[in-house]
């Protein structure tokens, strides 16, 4: 299941802007993905230096990613799209970083 982290910089953005990236993130990664099951994280640092506005942090199996060699490139298009629609004017960041994991959930 992937798992997206988003640090932002609550100087530039509001709650309100993030929290609606946050959906939109995890609307757009479940998509490309087919997977349901993604949680969306969205924090700002106590301390900056020389940060980014925003930065998503997408971490996923690395099996995934195999699957789809250019979800990276659908997953910006669509980010893309969203923020034009939206009129989200901030820049952001995109990380995408296959994992080797093991989950058990619900222990």
Do not use: C, R
Not at 30 to 58: G, H, L, R, W
Request: cysteine-free.
């Amino acid at each position: 299941m992937p798992l997206i982290h988003i640090e932002y910089d609550n100087d530039v953005a509001t709650a309100d802007e993030i929290k609606n990236l946050s959906i939109a993130m995890q609307e757009i990664v479940s998509d490309k993905t087919n997977i349901k099951e993604v949680m969306v994280y969205a924090n700002f640092p106590q301390v900056k230096v020389k940060i980014d506005p925003i930065e998503i942090f997408i971490e996923m199996s690395e099996g995934i990613m195999e699957k789809q060699p250019n979800l990276s490139e659908l997953i910006k298009n669509d980010l893309s799209a969203w923020k034009k629609e939206s009129g989200f004017s901030h820049p952001i960041n995109m990380t995408l970083i296959p994992m080797k994991w093991e989950i058990t959930i619900g222990i």
